[in-house]
């Protein structure tokens, strides 16, 4: 994903360039409101350059014990997300290749993006981990729709598929084979592992270093006079 995700910046410098247009907007016009689609565009590539790899970061375990780092750094993408990425991606979907279809295609993956995100906050904020992973599954699995979609068009291309049904069925085949692949791994994953937190770390730590007796006194608790039960 991580290898897509780059490709597809590299092939998307061109947005970038303010003096001209970029092939991609060229096969565009006319467009009502060219402004505004060029800018939601530059916002849309940058935000998804920045969000996406950070998302991928985010779901290693690695990082989830590094909680102050993955709190922050989820806080960043979620805000990325819900401000720049999903608005964005909603404005340049009225004008995408393939007519309404497509469009409503893009709209309903960037609403599972912003549930996603609100659920997955909302539920950290509660301490409810299992219910957080499941959202933030959601989340990533919709973000690499724009690298798995990108590979079915050239598969479909190849296949000689007619362009037109080429574009629906690689929009719409990934949007929602995620969607599914998403929820299925929560239901295996949450059946396999424990209901794990992000002070996980802290505590396996704190564990090693004063042992499993749980009528030994833990430091943290020396100023109220008493041992944790």
């Known amino acids: 994903m991580l290898v897509g995700s780059a490709l597809i910046t590299l ?13 991609f907007a060229i096969e565009k ?13 530059r916002v849309h590539v940058a935000s998804a350059v920045v969000a996406f790899p950070l998302c991928l970061a985010l ?30 991606g909603g404005v340049l979907a009225f004008d995408a290749k393939g007519g309404p279809v497509v469009t409503v295609g893009f709209l309903l993956s960037g ?20 219910a957080h992973r499941r959202a933030m599954r959601h989340v ?40 599914i692949v998403a929820e299925l791994i929560g239901l295996r994953l949450d059946d396999v592992l424990p209901e794990l937190n992000p002070f996980v770390g802290q505590q396996h730590s704190k ?8 009528t030994q006194p833990d430091p943290g608790l020396a100023h109220l006079g008493r041992s944790p039960r």
């Open 111 to 130: 609403l599972i993006v912003a549930v996603g995100v609100i659920a997955g906050v909302r539920s950290a904020r509660q301490r409810q981990f299992a």
């Open 140 to 179: 990533v699995a919709q973000m690499s729709v724009a690298v798995t979609s990108r590979a079915l068009l050239v598969a479909l291309d190849v296949a000689g598929i007619d362009p037109d049904t080429a574009y629906v069925v690689a929009l719409w085949g990934p949007v929602v084979a995620s969607a």
């Open 59 to 88: 779901m290693t375990r690695w990082l989830q014990r590094r909680t102050v780092w993955h709190r922050w750094l989820g806080r960043i993408t979620g805000a990325l997300a819900l401000l720049a990425l999903v608005p964005s």
């Open 29 to 41: 016009l006319p467009l009502r409101f060219k402004t505004l689609w060029l800018w939601s565009l």
């Open 11 to 23: 092939a998307s410098i061109d947005y970038f360039d303010l003096d001209r247009l970029p092939p």
């Open 207 to 214: 564990r090693q270093r004063w042992g499993e007796n749980p």
